[in-house]
């Protein structure tokens, strides 16, 4: 199993920006492959962002330019840097990982327990 700890959440005005943590520990998680999703108010789970563990990257139109995701070298950290965010960005955001990438992130066995991201 792999345990994963979302940090960095918070409080942040309309084009600022922000950096959300995910701190993974547990079984051979530096070979899985590690995403974000988000959940908005009345909202289903929204796909943001993954990483594989070739480094390759991936992520949603709604924050395609704005928002970067990133893996220290021992990936045992995931980055979620939040850049120009907007209102519409308000959500719960989980940092989610699985061994199997060719699953769809949905499907993706560990999720983290969120943290709240308000845009204003």
């Known amino acids: 199993h792999v345990q994963l700890v979302e940090s960095g959440g918070g409080s942040v005005q309309a084009g600022g920006s922000l950096r959300l943590s995910c701190a993974a520990s547990?079984?051979?998680?530096?070979?899985?492959?590690m995403g974000w999703f988000r959940q908005a108010p009345g909202k289903g789970a929204e796909w943001i962002s993954s990483?594989?563990?070739?480094?390759?990257?991936s992520y949603a139109n709604s924050v395609k330019g704005r928002f970067a995701i990133s893996q220290e070298n021992n990936k045992a950290t995931v980055y979620l840097q939040m850049n120009s965010p907007k209102p519409e960005d308000t959500a719960v955001y989980y940092c989610?990982?699985?061994?199997?990438?060719?699953?769809?992130?949905?499907?993706?066995?560990?999720w983290g327990q969120g943290t709240q991201v308000t845009v204003s």
């Open positions: 990483i594989r563990s070739d480094g390759s990257t």
């Open positions: 547990g079984h051979a998680y530096s070979s899985y492959c």
């Open positions: 989610v990982a699985d061994s199997n990438c060719d699953k769809p992130e949905w499907e993706y066995d560990f």
